[in-house]
């Protein structure tokens, strides 16, 4: 798969890292000692459980738990673009035990050893783990777990564990789907809200959750439900409540993150109020993108900076002053499609700025791979394949079995480049300055 190229010293220091992958047994990970805290709210920050401030700066595995085709070369109308339909073309092709050995396949080769030891190396110390709700229960069996329910989950904090970072449990695809969105696991089914039953078995599944890992400290915080928009910002609010409330019978200890809305979080009333401790709301900031001017130092400076006067990040300020209750940046992309070093600074910039305010963030996202691979304008991804280390173009309703093992195992085998401006920034002594005036 590799054509002449000619690799960086950095990629070199990424092919060393290149080992098979190792898979945690399916045992409840062990409580940290000493090097992770039980992390909580104190007014507006999140704190550890003495009440010194931390600075929670991370990124989303994207594609790992939950697959989003356009993160592996695959445009946004291809056909296959969802996992359920993903599952189906597999189900009608293979059969459902074959269906169930790829989609493995694919987990155990995008995030590797490799992966988990590049990650600090960005200086971050939070991942967020996007997960689809049919890893965990059988969807065969509702409210009955898969026999290998913790695999992954287990695996994922006990890599954290090992390396200083803390996870954030983040359920981004609801059986049912709480959005038209590919990235729900089944694009334009939404029908979590219309069906009690779905919802009833989401608040089953988080006691699940909630009762393995009430002790572990290694957990940031429950992430209730990604961009949950299928639905009014009142039936969002209501449902959360349900939902912190069915988390709460069992544990009492961990953060819970509740989701915001386009229409705002003012459903919600103040959380103290009504009667919820230890949350924190969340929220997705894409300067540049989605509607959102384009990209380029200017947006990013006057989110950042509160320009025009009072607006961007001060409006969630003020918010979050009035409900005592702090942020979490949930996704943010502050480097796409800007001049590399500028892109590094902007970076630094905008998580430096979110830890100043006591705002845990978590970028989207850690790795991206394109066709060809190399930088490319719009690259959202802290790794990416290198160039010349392409990403066959596949039909998954034509191609054989061999090529689609083929496909998957090449993640973890395939050539890195490395964003190495934002890794540059994010370890610097010294804090960039990109908005300011010559």
Not at 49 to 66: P, R
Not at 380 to 403: I, M, Q, R, Y
Request: aromatic share 12%; hydrophobic share 40%; net charge neutral.
């Amino acid at each position: 798969m590799r054509s002449n190229f000619k690799p960086s010293a950095a990629l070199l220091l990424v092919l060393q890292l290149v080992m098979a992958s190792t898979i945690a047994a399916a045992a409840p990970a062990q409580p940290t000692t000493g090097a992770h805290s039980m992390l909580r709210t104190e007014g507006t920050r999140w704190v550890r459980a003495d009440g010194s401030a931390i600075a929670l700066k991370g990124v989303n595995l994207g594609n790992w738990l939950l697959p989003e085709f356009w993160m592996m070369g695959y445009g946004e109308n291809a056909k296959v673009n969802d996992q359920c339909t993903l599952e189906v073309v597999f189900d009608q092709r293979f059969g459902f035990a074959e269906r169930e050995r790829l989609i493995k396949l694919h987990r155990d080769h995008w995030m590797t050893q490799r992966d988990w030891e590049l990650i600090p190396q960005f200086g971050l110390n939070l991942v967020r783990l996007p997960f689809m709700w049919s890893m965990l229960e059988d969807e065969k069996n509702p409210r009955h777990l898969r026999a290998d329910a913790w695999h992954y989950l287990d695996d994922a904090i006990n890599q954290a564990r090992a390396r200083g970072l803390y996870v954030v449990l983040d359920l981004h695809g609801a059986v049912g789907a709480q959005g038209t969105e590919h990235h729900s696991g089944c694009a334009h089914r939404n029908l979590y809200w219309s069906t009690p039953e779905y919802q009833q078995r989401t608040a089953w599944l988080w006691q699940q959750i909630a009762a393995r890992y009430r002790d572990e400290p290694v957990v940031a915080g429950y992430g209730l439900l990604n961009e949950p928009w299928g639905s009014t910002a009142e039936q969002l609010a209501q449902v959360a409540k349900a939902l912190y409330t069915s988390i709460r019978e069992l544990d009492k200890k961990h953060i819970i993150i509740l989701p915001d809305h386009p229409k705002g979080i003012a459903p919600y009333g103040k959380p103290s109020a009504q009667g919820m401790v230890n949350v924190v709301f969340e929220t997705h900031p894409y300067p540049g993108f989605f509607g959102w001017s384009k990209p380029g130092m200017e947006v990013h400076r006057d989110w950042l900076q509160c320009l025009p006067k009072g607006g961007g990040v001060c409006d969630w300020q003020d918010r979050m002053k009035a409900l005592n209750t702090p942020l979490y940046i949930g996704e943010f992309q502050p480097w796409a499609d800007l001049e590399p070093e500028l892109s590094g600074q902007i970076t630094r910039a905008s998580f430096d700025h979110y830890a100043a305010l006591g705002w845990a963030a978590t970028a989207w996202s850690y790795k991206k791979f394109s066709r060809a691979g190399g930088r490319q304008p719009v690259n959202w991804g802290l790794v990416t394949n290198a160039a010349g280390a392409a990403v066959p173009e596949l039909d998954f309703e034509k191609a054989s079995l061999v090529e689609i093992e083929n496909f998957f195992k090449l993640f973890s085998s395939i050539p890195y480049e490395i964003n190495t401006p934002v890794m540059k920034w994010m370890n610097s002594p010294v804090a960039p300055e990109p908005f300011k005036q010559p």
